[in-house]
C-alpha cells in the first residue's frame, strides 16, 4: 500500500520547486518516492524537477508513471498533463514515433469534455510537432488553436507559447515580419520572469532557433544573452547547455573559434542526457570549427557523431568531401541534400524547406563552381538570390550576393563579378563575419588580378591576415598561393613576410606514447589519442590560446599570455589526473614552456624561442609542468614552486634555469 507523502516533505519539495531550487526538490522527490509516497501529481512535479535538473531519462519515466496511476485512478487531468508532456519529452530525444502516440493518447482523453486548457496544450504540442516535419500549415494552424484558448481562458502561458509556435510557423510559410513579432513579443514574457520556467525555455529556444534559420544573427545574439541571464537567475541546469549552444554558434561568425569550439563541447556533454538533438547540433558546429582549420580527421569523427544522435549533417559533409579533394563525392552529395533531402525533423530549418534550402545552396554554388558545372552553380545561385530576398536578413543577402559574384567571376565577367563580391564583403561586414568576409576578399583579388595586381595583392593579404587570425589553415595556404602568383615568384611574395610576435609557447607530449600503443593495441590507443586531442584542445580554447599544430603525441601550442599558458598547463595535468582517478587510466603528460619573440611565418612559428621551449619540454617528466624562470619574471600571478633545476639544452648556448610548478 501507498504511504501518503510527508506533508512537511510535501512543502519542502514545492518550497524548493517555487524558489527553482531544483536539485533540492529532486532529492526530496526521490526520498519520497523511493519510500512509495508520491501521488500521480507528486510524480509529475518530480518530473518536472529531474527536467530541470538535465535528467529526461528521469522525467519521462516519472511521467509514464504518472500517466498509468493517474489513469487507473480516474484522474483525466494528471493523465492528460502527462500525455502531453511526455509527447514533447519523446521529440527531444527524436522519438518522434513515441512522441505522436503519447499525443494521441492525450487527444483521446480529450475527446468529449468541454474546451479546456488541456486543448491548448495538446494544441501547441501538435504544432511543435508539425513544425519539425516541415508542415507550416498544420503548425500555423495549431499554433493560432493555442493562442486563440489561451486568450479566452486568460492563461498567459499558453498564450505565450501560441505566440511562439505561430511565429515560427510565419517564418517558416515566409512571413517573416509578423513571425519575428509575435516571436520577439512571446520571447520577451519569457525572459521577463512573467511565465513558468518550461514555457520560457521552450519560447526562448524557438526564438533562436528561428533567428538563427534566417541568418538574423543580431537578433539571436541579443535573445542568447538574455537567455543566458534567465537561466543563470533562474537556476536552471539543463538549459545553459542551449545557451552555450547558441552562443558557440555566435563565436563561430564572429570568428572566435577557439571559443566557439570549447562552448561547443560543453553544450554537447551538458546535452547528450538531456536534449540529444541538441547535442547533435553542437557535434555538428564542431566538425564545421574543425573543417576550417583543417583538421579534416576530426571534423569528420564530430559530424559522424553528429549524425548518429540525428543530426542532418548537410552541408557541412559535402564541403568535407570538398575539402579532402573529392569533388564528384561533394557534387553528388550535395545534390543529394537538395534534390532528396534527408526526413530528419529539425527545429531550425525543417526538411524540404525553404529554410531549408537556404542553408544548403551557397554548399551547392560553391561546389558546382569547383567541379566546373557553371549551369548547376548559376541555378542554384539564383535560386539562393530569390530565398534571400525573401527572408531579407543581412546573412542571407550576403550569401546570395557572394555566390552571385562567384559565379560571374566563372563566366568572366570581372566587373559584374567584382560589384557583386563588394556587396558580399560589405554585408558580411555589416554582421560581423570576418571568416566570409576574407573569403569573398579572395574572389576580389581574383577579379582585381589581370588588371590591377596590386589591388588584388592589398585584398588577398587582407584575406591571408585575417585567415591567419582565424586559424584557417587551408584558407592561408590559398591566399600564399595568390599572393605567390601575384608576385610572380615561388615564395609568398613580400606582403606575406614573417611578423615578430611576443608569446608563451608550450609543447605537450605523451610519455612512454610507443609503449603504451603496443600494451594497448590500436583500437585502444586510438580512442585513448582522440580523447587526449579532445581535452587538450578544449582546455586550450577555455584559456585563449593557440594550436599551432600537431606534433606526434603532442601539441604545439602558443598563448598572448604568460598566465593563462601555465594556467591551461595546470588544467590539462589536473584533468588527466581526474580521469585516472576516476576512470583508472590517462597517460601521462609533460608540458614545457618558454616566452619569446618568434617569426610569425603563415600560422607556425619559428625561431630559437621556439626551440628552447620545445627542449624545456623533452625535459620534463611526466606529469610535470617545467617553465623557464625567465618567463615566470613576466607573470602577473605567483604560481608554486615544486623546485628549480639548471639545464644544458641542445642547440642553447647558455645554461636555463626552469622551475617546476606545482599543480595538485
Given at each position: ?72 485512478s480516474g484522474d483525466v487531468q494528471t493523465a492528460v ?227 548518429a544522435v540525428g543530426q542532418d549533417p548537410e552541408p ?349
Amino acid at each position: 500500500m501507498t504511504e501518503p507523502f510527508d506533508t512537511t516533505l510535501r512543502e519542502r519539495a514545492n518550497a524548493a520547486l517555487q524558489q527553482h531550487a531544483w536539485r533540492e526538490a529532486y532529492d526530496l522527490l526521490v526520498s519520497a518516492d523511493k519510500a512509495g509516497q508520491l501521488t500521480p501529481p507528486d510524480l509529475e512535479t518530480l518530473a518536472q524537477a529531474a527536467w530541470w535538473t538535465g535528467q529526461l531519462p528521469v522525467a519521462i519515466d516519472a511521467r509514464e508513471r504518472a500517466y498509468a496511476a493517474a489513469t487507473k485512478s480516474g484522474d483525466v487531468q494528471t493523465a492528460v498533463v502527462a500525455a502531453i508532456n511526455l509527447g514533447t519529452d519523446n521529440m527531444l530525444r527524436h522519438a518522434y514515433p513515441v512522441a505522436d502516440a503519447w499525443l494521441n493518447r492525450a487527444e483521446r482523453l480529450l475527446e468529449g469534455v468541454p474546451e479546456n486548457i488541456g486543448h491548448g496544450w495538446l494544441a501547441v504540442g501538435r504544432g511543435f510537432q508539425s513544425a519539425v516535419v516541415g508542415d507550416s500549415a498544420r503548425s500555423l494552424a495549431e499554433g493560432n488553436r493555442a493562442l486563440e484558448l489561451g486568450k479566452r481562458l486568460g492563461d498567459p502561458d499558453l498564450t505565450a507559447y501560441g505566440m511562439g509556435v505561430t511565429g515560427v510557423a510565419l517564418i517558416a510559410s515566409g512571413q517573416v515580419e509578423e513571425g519575428l513579432r509575435l516571436l520577439d513579443e512571446a520571447t520577451v514574457a519569457a525572459v521577463g520572469g512573467e511565465l513558468q520556467p518550461r514555457t520560457a525555455g521552450g519560447i526562448c529556444c524557438a526564438s533562436i532557433e528561428a533567428c538563427a534559420s534566417l541568418g538574423d544573427w543580431q537578433r539571436a545574439s541579443e535573445w542568447t544573452e538574455a537567455q543566458d541571464r534567465w537561466c543563470q537567475r533562474e537556476g536552471i541546469a539543463g538549459y545553459p547547455g542551449m545557451c552555450r549552444l547558441y552562443r558557440s554558434e555566435i563565436k563561430m561568425l564572429h570568428g572566435a573559434w577557439g571559443e566557439a569550439e570549447s562552448e561547443a563541447r560543453r553544450a554537447s556533454d551538458e546535452l547528450k542526457g538531456f536534449i540529444p538533438a541538441a547535442a547533435g547540433m553542437a557535434l555538428y558546429q564542431i566538425g564545421e570549427i574543425r573543417m576550417r582549420r583543417g583538421d579534416l580527421p576530426a571534423a569528420a569523427e564530430a559530424l559522424q557523431g553528429a549524425f548518429a544522435v540525428g543530426q542532418d549533417p548537410e552541408p557541412a559533409l559535402s564541403l568535407l568531401r570538398l575539402a579532402e579533394g573529392k569533388v564528384a563525392a561533394a557534387h553528388a552529395s550535395i545534390q543529394q541534400a537538395l534534390d532528396e533531402p534527408a526526413r530528419i525533423p529539425s527545429w531550425r530549418a525543417p526538411p524540404d524547406s525553404d529554410l531549408s534550402r537556404l542553408g544548403l545552396l551557397p554548399a551547392r554554388v560553391e561546389i558546382a563552381l569547383a567541379a566546373g558545372d557553371l549551369a548547376s552553380a548559376k541555378s542554384a545561385s539564383d535560386d539562393l538570390s530569390e530565398l534571400a530576398n525573401r527572408f531579407g536578413t543581412s546573412s542571407g543577402l550576403a550569401a546570395a550576393a557572394t555566390a552571385r559574384g562567384a559565379v560571374l567571376l566563372a563566366e568572366g565577367d570581372l566587373a559584374g563579378a567584382r560589384r557583386q563580391l563588394r556587396d558580399g564583403v560589405r554585408l558580411w561586414s555589416e554582421v560581423d563575419a570576418p571568416y566570409e568576409v576574407a573569403r569573398a576578399r579572395m574572389l576580389v583579388a581574383e577579379t582585381e588580378a589581370a588588371g590591377n595586381p596590386d589591388r588584388a595583392a592589398m585584398e588577398a593579404e587582407a584575406a591571408r591576415a585575417a585567415f591567419e587570425d582565424l586559424g584557417a589553415v587551408p584558407d592561408v595556404r590559398k591566399a600564399e598561393t595568390l599572393l605567390a602568383s601575384l608576385a610572380g615568384t615561388g615564395g609568398a611574395g613580400p606582403i606575406a613576410a614573417a611578423r615578430r610576435a611576443m608569446k608563451t609557447f608550450a609543447f605537450t607530449d605523451i610519455v612512454d606514447s610507443t609503449k603504451l600503443a603496443g600494451t594497448l593495441g590500436d583500437e585502444a590507443w586510438s580512442g585513448v589519442l582522440r580523447w587526449h586531442d579532445q581535452t587538450l584542445r578544449s582546455l586550450v580554447a577555455e584559456h585563449g590560446g593557440e594550436e599551432v599544430k600537431a606534433t606526434g603525441d603532442g601539441f604545439f601550442l602558443a598563448f598572448d599570455d604568460v598566465d593563462l599558458a601555465l594556467e591551461c598547463a595546470l588544467a590539462v595535468q589536473r584533468r588527466f589526473a581526474d580521469q585516472r582517478r576516476g576512470q583508472g587510466f590517462a597517460p601521462g603528460i609533460r608540458i614545457g614552456l618558454h616566452r619569446a619573440e618568434a617569426n610569425r611565418s603563415g600560422l607556425d612559428y619559428i625561431g630559437s624561442g621556439v626551440n628552447q621551449a620545445a627542449r624545456i619540454s623533452a625535459e620534463a617528466n611526466e606529469s610535470e609542468v617545467l617553465v623557464s624562470v625567465s618567463s615566470l619574471e613576466g607573470a602577473r600571478h605567483s604560481f608554486r614552486e615544486v623546485g628549480r633545476r639548471t639545464l644544458t639544452l641542445r642547440g642553447i648556448p647558455d645554461p636555463v634555469e626552469v622551475a617546476s610548478i606545482a599543480w595538485n
